[in-house]
């Protein structure tokens, strides 16, 4: 059964930093795309991080380049969102997801399964 469990999420003040993880169950996650999204309160599900199967490509949403980080473990099967100089419009609900496409998908729909996602909050 596939499955993927986000965790790391919580409250933080701006400026602080938060590192995301992604657990992975049921299949070998190298042979997968991983994305980042977030969701906040009446806005649409947007991208925020991507890495290609290979790890060769990179990709961040201008709202956060420079302040995170996407990486993976392939050994321990997991995946990670660094955050750091986090920003109040950061906060959002954080999902995790996975792609069979190769290449750098960077839509929703392009990807097959989701975690559940974890909330993070950026207040003082």
């Known amino acids: 059964q596939v499955q993927l469990v986000e965790s790391g999420g919580g409250l933080v003040q701006p400026g602080g930093s938060l590192r995301l993880s992604c657990a992975a169950s049921?299949?070998?996650?190298?042979?997968?795309?991983i994305g980042w999204f977030r969701q906040a309160p009446g806005k649409e599900r947007e991208g925020v991080s991507f890495?290609?199967?290979?790890?060769?490509?990179?990709y961040y949403a201008d709202s956060v380049k420079g302040r995170f980080t996407i990486s993976r473990d392939n050994v321990k099967n997991m995946a990670y969102l660094q955050m750091n100089s986090l920003k109040r419009e950061d906060t959002a609900i954080y999902y995790c997801?996975?792609?069979?496409?190769?290449?750098?998908?960077?839509?929703?729909?392009?990807?097959?399964?989701w975690g559940q996602g974890t909330q993070v909050t950026v207040d003082s």
């Open positions: 049921g299949f070998a996650l190298d042979h997968w795309a």
């Open positions: 997801a996975l792609s069979l496409l190769g290449g750098l998908p960077v839509v929703p729909q392009e990807y097959n399964y």
């Open positions: 890495i290609s199967r290979n790890d060769r490509d990179t």
